[in-house]
């Protein structure tokens, strides 16, 4: 009875889910900017039900699926050579997400793809840069100070230049650090540039090692705009 009980709790992912998020995966960032984006279009309460879909395998409404196939018929049906664009443009310059930290410490950022624009970044120098995300914390100091925006631009490629500062996701977190080269070829070192700050006798942002291959987003770091002192 207990091994029945134990089955019957299994969840079941009906194949219209699976098929939904594939295609998100291959549509998010083209066809859509963020969650919120999307829920609105497919008529969701909230960004929260895209989430529950993809992170939580929450089943999608079979007509769901239809009106996001047909709502986004066009990217599905697009010459393969059309992927390599980030998303197409409408409006001049690059979208601002104002996203938060959400712990002090390691600074772990909430997901940019609940968030909608605050803004438009545009400035001679960003033109290739997809998005702009603010810092938030101190420990990138005083390369990244705290309330400063990035313009950041997305590496598809995964390919890391070791001393360069990145915006990079993985796992759960989401944060600014300076990638250095590991001794270990499948891994990088995550550094903070605050070498400074202390917790007894260690370092606050001590650095660590991340695996290449649990990197979800990497973006470099291309221009700072710095809050000005009033």
């Known amino acids: 009875m207990e091994d029945v009980s134990k089955s019957n709790k299994i969840k079941t992912v009906r194949p219209e889910t699976l098929e939904f998020i594939i295609l998100y995966n291959q549509l998010r960032g083209r066809a859509f900017n963020n969650n919120s984006e999307l829920a609105e279009a497919l008529n969701f309460n909230s960004a929260s039900s895209i989430t529950e879909i993809i992170k939580s395998r929450q089943n999608i409404d079979p007509e769901k699926l239809k009106t996001f196939k047909e709502k986004y018929s066009d990217f599905l049906n697009a010459p393969k050579a059309a992927e390599k664009s980030v998303y197409q443009r409408t409006e001049e310059g690059i979208p601002m997400y104002e996203i938060i930290a959400t712990a002090s410490g390691v600074e772990v950022y909430n997901d940019i793809n609940d968030s909608r624009p605050v803004g438009r970044m545009n400035f001679p ?10 810092v938030w914390g101190h420990s990138m100091y005083p390369y990244l100070e705290n309330g400063c925006w990035v313009a950041l631009k997305i590496i598809n490629d995964r390919k890391i230049l070791p001393g360069e500062v990145y915006y990079i996701e993985w796992g759960d977190y989401r944060m600014y650090k300076r990638l250095l080269a590991s001794d270990n070829p499948e891994e990088v070192i995550a550094h903070s540039d605050n070498t ?14 991340i695996r ?13 705009h710095k809050k000005h002192n009033h």
């Open 125 to 134: 120098g960003i033109e290739e840069c997809d998005f702009a995300l603010p």
């Open 196 to 209: 400074t700050e202390m917790v007894g006798n260690r370092l606050k942002y001590a650095p660590f090692p």
């Open 212 to 224: 290449i291959d649990e990197i979800k987003k990497l973006c470099l770091v291309k221009d700072i």
